[in-house]
């Protein structure tokens, strides 16, 4: 086959391709409704408490009901924007913790105080502004 | 995002929307990628309802990794190729027990000569021819001259090198032009221009 032959060949063999790219099958209806029904199915659902509903107005009659509605809506709107309820509940449980320390000063922790500052007395005995005292003293004109 | 601008927009964007639960973003995926899924496997395939469950079982995997898709990583396109790829393997491993390229030729039930090879004669011919070359040169050339998808692109769905695509698509365009050239008196094309 000569460099000519072989090229016509070759461009015969391209208007065969042409016409088989026109002629090529289409997805059926049913073939489409199928593979949008398997989408739907395997969709990943969106997390429930981001979804934000729009309160529902209470009825002005019922002051108490406009109340528990007001509260639920402020809820619903907060709970999402600090990262839903688990998020709120760690933060709940961290306040928790923090003030019953700070209260109560465990052992363990006043010992690890008292090697921190270096000073052996309770947590509120602890002068962590010196300088005050005389001011407040000069300020008296004692 | 509106329907008509996702129509721009590109295939990995759109299955992020789909991903963050955007159903529409879904419709306009399988009218872009669906077609071109079906065109391949029924040429892979010869058979139209199995080229339409490999479309569909590609489709059902795309949306499944959806959620862990990668942006940037790989075209969808070329990931969905490589899936109906596999699956169109698959199937015709099952139908052919002795290997891939040691089956016999599939038997031609061509109607008789036609005074003059149309289009539609034309494409049914290639189909036929193609049908006829071993598995490998025939994803090549279906994918490079029907496709229309580049050497890099065929190489990552085939997962073999350029030079191999480019010698199977070569070899294939070598095979087809001999096949249709044999069979132009059976075709009845013998008047028409010499292939």
């Given at each position: 086959m000569t460099m000519t032959d072989r090229s016509e060949a070759m461009a015969e063999l391209d208007s065969f391709f042409r016409a088989a790219r026109a002629a090529a099958p289409v997805p059926s209806e049913d073939l489409m409704a199928r593979i949008l029904a398997d989408a739907a199915t395997a969709q990943p659902k969106a997390p429930a408490w981001a979804a934000v509903p729009a309160p529902t107005p209470a009825p002005i009659w019922a002051p108490a009901a406009r109340a528990r509605a007001g509260w639920l809506g402020l809820r619903r709107r907060f709970l999402p924007a600090l990262g839903g309820p688990g998020v709120v509940a760690g933060l709940a449980c961290a306040a928790v913790a923090g003030a019953w320390i700070g209260f109560l000063q465990p052992a363990p922790l006043a010992g690890l105080a008292s090697r921190v500052?270096?000073?052996?007395?309770?947590l509120e005995q602890?002068?962590?502004?010196?300088a005050l005292d005389t001011y407040l003293v000069a300020d008296t004109g004692e | 995002m509106p329907y008509d601008a996702m129509t721009e927009a590109p295939d990995d964007a759109l299955l992020a929307l789909y991903a963050n639960g955007d159903g529409a973003a879904a419709r306009v995926l399988t009218e872009r990628l669906a077609p071109r899924v079906l065109r391949f496997a029924a040429r892979m395939l010869s058979d139209p309802a199995e080229a339409e469950d490999v479309t569909q079982e590609a489709l059902l995997r795309l949306w499944r990794i959806a959620p862990d898709w990668r942006r940037g990583e790989a075209q969808v396109s070329t990931w969905l190729y490589r899936v109906a790829r596999n699956l169109c393997t698959d199937r015709l491993r099952r139908k052919r027990p002795l290997g891939l390229d040691a089956a016999p030729e599939v038997e031609d039930d061509r109607p008789g000569a036609v005074a003059r090879l149309q289009a539609a004669e034309r494409a049914k011919a290639l189909d036929r021819a193609l049908s006829r070359l071993p598995d490998r040169q025939r994803e090549a050339v279906v994918l490079r001259h029907?496709?229309?998808?580049t050497n890099p692109e065929i190489a990552e769905v085939m997962e073999i090198s350029v030079e191999a695509v480019e010698s199977l698509t070569a070899r294939g365009k070598r095979a087809l032009t001999a096949d249709l050239a044999g069979r132009r008196e059976e075709l009845g094309y013998d008047d028409d221009r010499s292939i």
């Open positions: 500052t270096g000073q052996s007395a309770m602890i002068d962590l502004i010196p | 029907i496709e229309g998808l």
